[in-house]
């Protein structure tokens, strides 16, 4: 390996880094604006002059210069003192001095490289120029006076997004950042511009004004709002929980995460249930705990096993799944169900419900064929993994389903399961690395036993699943669905599904049905039966509910969550839950005494533990399985032959904005999808 | 088009913008839009470009005339600030159309004639060693629907010396006096 010396320190580097790249190695700080280390190189800040030997006697850009053998590199030298010293003053000559209103002060790089590199003061007596301000849609707050001409925006936006919508206007002390004629940026990743912005000229619009960085508490946690299972960070003063960021997590989101997951938290604090009620006179009146567990357990008493149903939704931890199933359960409950949207998967071996390849493994894909799904909307992190991909050039990529603009190029071979067969019988293929990307979409039909058949087949005949590889990979939108299929939160024997649980309320066949956060179903069928609703929100839950329990929201509890991979994350606890909510387990552990089935666990770590004993892939904290187990994987073995519809196959998301009850509550989120549509009609009139 | 191969159409996207400013007078929206449908670019890249080059003119230009005078060093030191006066008085103000939609005017850095100095481009050609005077007859002459001549308005040919030439002036250089026979080859071995 070649070798360098940075300040008289000799260091070995990998053929092909940067100087920049070998002084980080050396452990030398490099300052820098427009070099990010996920984006293209631009080298147009100039912040991270360096002298190199040997060279031209003068200083060089670190980041666009190739690192050679036997180079020397000084990066505190005086001569780099003073370019640098020369670059910032050039840089603040036409930065406004408004750090006290800005929101990027205290976590601004512009501020941290002036305190670090700048000189004392300035010698430009001219006028500062000034910038018009620019829309970019209701996420993103602009004051482009400040801007420094980075690109970063411009790259992340083309690069990583997908979306050429902005670019870098006219030149010189004119240059600025604009998009086409003011349009907004339509990207679901656009609140990550935000985050690249090294200087305060893309703020975030709805946390504008809202807080100083050093006031925050910040709690790292995973995200529930797709099931990708992203690394965040949240940031809450107080009882608010304020804003999300995204930290890096290399094997799930890189350092992206969606407008969903950063800008719903404003639905945190609406729309809560901050205490228990119980319908009286079709009236829902505000009750305590105990009226509200008396009224459940008179029901319960009442009724018989098969007259009594457990829903869990979308956002569930696995703990509270696993209290709710072992209570019911005990109870002798068989219609018990966590698949709200009526997939099919839950029963088979566990690699059938997961994405086996690793989000990771995208990066040594060469064939995806995506069915059913539309990861743009579904998990638009991943959409830019499998775009990162692509621009690599070694990545063909097919569509059967619906045609959406994903931001790459795809073979489109059709919308339904005739599609789906002409392509099954494709026979072997010349790709080492193909993945079949299973989407809900496929999944959640009548015939889906039959469509799930004929992807494995096709798996089968093209070596998708060997030793070493295993690209059936199956993407969820719900976070909470890998856990509860984990942990068998599905029918017991003769026990009913969603559909069927909602088609016996509707022939007044069931007595009580009980959602543990479940809105994403048809709740005018439920009018005849008892309904309890557990859950953080007055979202369509609560309102077909005769008795509502407080739950906490996913930033309100410590939790496990199961990503789409098979990922175990733990969650943990940002705010204490609202009023007199509690944390969902808690709940289920008390309601278990009134039912006369008390839970064996009186903590979190005695449920962990029971969680454990019984599935114990819950105790691989984040581990993804993938490929481990390909070997023994009978992939040809799932689904079954039947008979295939002609519907197309539909992604279950329609309003990426708004799929579930924190999202819904979310003003933030409503205006962006108020903002799309307009976007849409638009087009459309044009 | 045919000249640009499949994957590398945007590189026409110059040559474009230029030839619908010819037709046009100017690049419009609708326009940017159409050559970034044409060459299967976004929309945005091909406004970068076009905002990049100050000859792209994004609004529209009076329909005779586009005059461009110089106003970098040598044009200025040589009376290009008087030209301007003459534009202000007989078109109205830089940069804008003037009343009757003929005429704009503007003021370039430098053109690169600067032998010629002062000088303004005016459409598509140089009009070189301006005076008040001149300029305002070129621009009469426009008004009247005539293409006045480019080139030097003080009589010269190109860029040679105002006052005629200083150097090579003497005859024998050119009357072949000065030819002498060759009476060995330069460089070649003498005979043995």
């Known amino acids: 390996m070649p070798k360098a010396k940075v300040n008289g320190k000799e260091v070995e580097f990998e053929p092909g880094m940067t100087v920049l790249q070998v002084a980080e190695l050396a452990g030398e700080e490099i300052p820098r604006f427009c070099y990010h280390e996920r984006l293209s190189i631009a080298g147009n800040c100039r912040m991270c002059l360096v002298e190199v030997k040997p060279g031209p006697p003068k200083p060089q850009a670190s980041c666009a210069l190739p690192a050679a053998d036997n180079q020397e590199i000084f990066t505190a030298s005086p001569m780099v003192k003073k370019a640098r010293e020369g670059v910032m003053e050039f840089l603040l000559a036409n930065h406004p001095l408004d750090c006290p209103i800005c929101d990027q002060g205290g976590e601004c790089d ?487 089935q008390r839970l064996p666990y009186d903590s979190l770590e005695a449920l962990r533990r029971a969680l454990l004993n019984d599935h114990p892939t819950f105790g691989h904290i984040d581990h993804a399985p993938g490929h481990a187990s390909a070997a023994t994987f009978d992939v040809g073995a799932l689904g079954r032959d039947g008979v295939l519809a002609d519907a197309p196959f539909a992604s279950p998301i329609n309003d990426f904005y708004l799929t579930n009850p924190i999202a819904r509550a979310s003003v933030t989120m409503a205006e962006c999808s108020r903002s799309v549509k307009a976007a849409r009609g638009l087009l459309a009139a044009e | 088009m045919t000249k640009y191969p499949e994957a590398r159409k945007q590189s026409a996207v110059i040559p474009i913008l230029w030839l619908v400013q010819k037709q046009e007078g100017w690049v419009s929206e609708p326009a940017i839009r159409a050559i970034a449908d044409l060459l299967g670019m976004p929309k945005i890249r091909v406004l970068e470009v076009a905002t990049f080059y100050t000859m792209f003119m994004l609004e529209p230009v009076g329909k005779t005339a586009l005059i461009q005078v110089c106003g970098t060093t040598p044009c200025m030191l040589r009376g290009s600030l008087e030209l301007m006066e003459v534009c202000k008085a007989e078109i109205g103000a830089k940069d804008q159309v003037s009343a009757d939609g003929h005429f704009t005017w503007q003021e370039m850095e430098c053109l690169g004639a600067c032998a010629n100095a002062p000088m303004a481009q005016i459409n598509d050609y140089y009009y070189e060693d301006l005076t008040p005077e001149s300029l305002k007859g070129i621009i009469e002459a426009f008004r009247r629907g005539e293409t006045p001549k480019p080139g030097s308005y003080a009589g010269r040919h190109s860029s040679e010396p105002a006052d005629g030439a200083l150097t090579l002036t003497d005859p024998s250089l050119f009357d072949g006096s000065r030819a002498k026979p060759i009476t060995a080859l330069p460089n070649a071995k003498a005979p043995a």
Request: aromatic residues 6%; contains cysteine; charged residues 25%.
């Open chain 1, 110 to 596: 512009l501020q941290d490289e002036t305190v670090g590199y700048g000189r004392a003061g300035s010698r430009f007596t001219e006028n500062k120029r000034a910038v018009e301000e620019k829309f970019m849609g209701p996420l993103i707050k602009t004051v482009m006076t400040r801007c420094i001409q980075c690109t970063r925006c411009v790259r992340f936006a083309t690069e990583v997004a997908g979306v050429s919508e902005l670019g870098l206007l006219n030149r010189g002390e004119d240059a600025q950042i604009s998009t086409y004629l003011a349009a907004a940026v339509t990207s679901e990743l656009s609140g990550n511009l935000v985050d690249l912005c090294p200087v305060g000229a893309l703020t975030s619009k709805p946390y504008a004004f809202s807080a100083r960085p050093w006031e925050l508490t910040k709690t790292e946690t995973v995200d529930v709002m797709d099931a990708l299972g992203s690394a965040i960070r949240v940031d809450a003063r107080g009882p608010a929980v304020l804003r999300v960021l995204p930290r890096v997590n290399d094997d799930v989101n890189e350092e992206w995460i969606s407008d969903k997951t950063r800008h719903a938290v404003d639905g945190l604090s609406r729309q809560r249930l901050d205490r228990p009620y119980v319908r009286i006179d079709g009236k829902l009146k505000p009750a305590s705990w105990g009226q509200a567990f008396a009224a459940i357990a008179a029901m319960v008493k009442a009724s018989k096993p098969e007259r009594m149903g457990l829903i869990a939704g979308d956002l569930q931890d696995a703990e509270s799944m696993k209290a709710a199933l072992d209570l019911f359960r005990s109870l002798g409950v068989a219609n018990i169900d966590c698949r709200q949207d009526g997939s099919v998967l839950g029963h088979g071996p566990r690699e059938s419900w997961l994405f086996n390849s690793t989000i990771a493994g995208i990066d040594e894909a060469d064939a995806i064929m995506i069915i059913g799904a539309n990861p743009k909307l579904e998990a638009p992190v991943l959409n830019a993994r499998i775009r990162k991909r692509w621009l690599t050039g070694k990545l063909l990529v097919g569509v059967v389903g619906e045609q959406a603009d994903l931001g790459y190029k795809y073979n489109y071979l059709g919308a339904g399961p005739e599609a789906l067969k002409a392509f099954a019988n494709h026979g072997p293929i010349s790709k080492e690395r193909p993945m079949l990307l299973v989407g809900q979409g496929a999944l959640n039909r009548p015939d889906s036993d039959a469509v799930l058949h004929l992807i494995a087949q096709a798996a089968k005949s093209m070596g998708v699943v060997k030793e070493g590889w295993n690209g059936l990979s199956v993407l969820h939108t719900a976070a909470s669905r890998v856990g509860g299929l984990d942990m068998g939160f599905v029918p017991g024997e003769g026990g009913k599904t969603v559909a069927g649980m909602l088609a016996a309320s509707e022939a007044g066949e069931m007595d009580l049905i009980y959602l543990l956060g479940a809105d994403e179903i048809d709740t005018a069928k439920l009018a005849r039966t008892f309904v309890v609703y557990q859950g953080s929100h007055g979202d369509a839950g609560a309102q077909a509910a005769d008795v509502v329990l407080p739950g906490a929201a996913y930033t309100e509890k410590p939790g496990l969550y199961v990503n789409t991979e098979g990922r175990v994350q733990l969650a943990d606890r940002v705010v204490f839950p609202k009023g007199e909510a509690k944390e969902d387990w808690s709940i289920l552990r008390a309601l278990s005494d009134d039912l006369g």
